[in-house]
């Protein structure tokens, strides 16, 4: 009984085998073999879409592709084979800048018995210089000659950090995207990495039926790709090389926004050619880029980092009044420094005389470091940063460029998280006139800056077109109180109006009234035992303090803001307001504000 079990056993599972294999040889294999015959029969050619353009707000162009032609030779050559290396021979001898090994390289890293299409070793040649070489070229039926694109930016450096540049792709971004993939390059910074979607397009593709002999004999399908999907700025290419022009010899960021968050110019200079990256950058290039002070590299305009210094101090003085503790309605009194408790040591105000009785105006006027010290100490730092978050300090501005960063305005927490470490009195008040841990970056102080003059915190934007669509206005309401708004205003007015303001001499004299407070963040701390400062001319370049100065105009009827940081500067007033007076000139001059406005009572 036993045995007669174990052979029926033997006798099912043989049938199981026997069954399973029929059905993979007679179905499963059958498609896995349909496939294949079909893919002998059948090829699919992608069609690359033509990448998008970039346009300044007057349609000049700030990204636009190069016309020209890829060479390819036909696959399966052996590399010692006569072909091949006649093939190659008659290539340099018409473009002799290219190495013979690296393109022999090129093709046998390509080359593959699966691969049946020509490859390519050279990507691209111009119209130019194509134009003598074809006739000679195409003779040879291992050679073919396909038309190409390259990205060209003929503002070259003007608008760098604002447009950014494509490059070639790698595998992680081949994986991550198939236009990209069969493309092969991809958007790496600025506008060109934020709307690389948008600018690539969508593959279109060609099904043709073809021969033995790999000939095309029928087409069965074909889809034109998705291209051209242009985008229009915002931004007024003509101001950005007036802006570039203004900071020559200078390192540092100017941005110029319509107060609805229209970014109209934005520099960070130094700058640097982004052509030099499309074909991919020499070692030379990258090595003189990387080692510059200067840090041509850095997008400054949302990457860099800054103490705000006193350009902090009406968005301080806001915060002080949101905190509910009453604080603004009581002037102080400056003798020049205060102190804390039975402490020797002082926290100076700029002016080693003081500035005697202080309300809220004149604070703003004369940048009265005592006076935002004293309010300070009866606020306390969490209420100070959790305001000026809301202003749009310390947190990221949504502007449509990539690698934002959001810099920091500290609290409490914020310190033991970071440095596992207590809140110190002495902190709060150096934060309170944006120095200390505080950092910012110039569009942050811009944005906040328009919130000053309207009331509303917009979000920052480059592109106004994009793809057919226009980008429309984007903008928080932020409820605080008006009357201190009012006296803030006023006092920003006479930084740049009045005779005791401290940017009186570049601003007082402008076709429009023009409303800003300067600030100078330092760089390194003054020790106590230096009674009198040293001059910011006198120190090293690098020990120097930053200099701002952020306005707006008209000051009756706010439009713009014209945001201006120096590295390195010294004082705001001095380095900053001459190419801030400069830019309102220039924006008159162009028709960007319509008449002059009425002074402030």
Known sequence: MVRFGIVITVFVLFWIMLISRIYQISIKSNLYYEGLAKNNIERKYFIKPVRGEILDRNRKLLAVNKIGFSIKIAPHLKMDSKELNQTIDSIIEEFPDYNRTKLLKRYKKKDSYYNHRFIKIIDFISYEDMIGAYPKLTINKLIKIDSETERYYPAGSMATHIVGYVGRSNKRDNSRDNVVDKVGVVGKTGLEREYNKVLEGELGYRTVKVSATNRVVAELEKKRPIEDQNLILNIDLDLQKKINELFKGQAGVAIVMNVNGDVLAAVSYPSYDPNLFVGGISSKDWKA??????????????????????????????????????????????????????????????????????????AIRESCDVYFYNKSL??????????????????????????????????????????????????????????????????QVARYTAFLATKKLPTPHLAHIVAGNTVKPEYKMIDVNWRYLDLIRKGMYDVCNSPRGTARKFMSHLPIVVAGKTGTSQVISIPQREKRRMKESQMEYYSRSHAWLTTYAPFHNPKYVVTVLVEHGGHGGSTSAPIAAAIYRWMYKKGYFKEEQPPAK
């Open 378 to 443: 009866q606020v306390g730092i969490n209420d100070m940063s959790k305001y000026l978050n809301e202003f749009g300090l310390g947190v990221k501005t949504g502007i449509d460029l990539p690698r934002e960063r959001s810099g920091v305005i500290p609290n409490k927490e914020w310190k033991m998280r970071t440095y596992k470490q207590p809140w110190y009195l002495g902190e709060t008040i150096i934060a309170s006139i944006g120095q200390g841990y505080d950092l910012v970056t110039p569009i």
């Open 289 to 362: 880029l990387i080692d510059d002070l200067n840090h041509p590299f850095t997008n400054k305009i949302v990457a860099g980092l800054y103490p705000p210094g006193s350009s902090i101090k009406m968005g301080m003085a806001l915060a002080y009044s949101k905190s509910g503790k009453g604080t603004l309605d009581k002037a102080e009194y400056c003798k020049g420094y205060i102190k804390i408790g039975k402490n020797k040591h002082k926290f100076r105000c700029w002016s080693k005389w003081g500035h005697g009785t202080v309300n809220l105006r004149k």
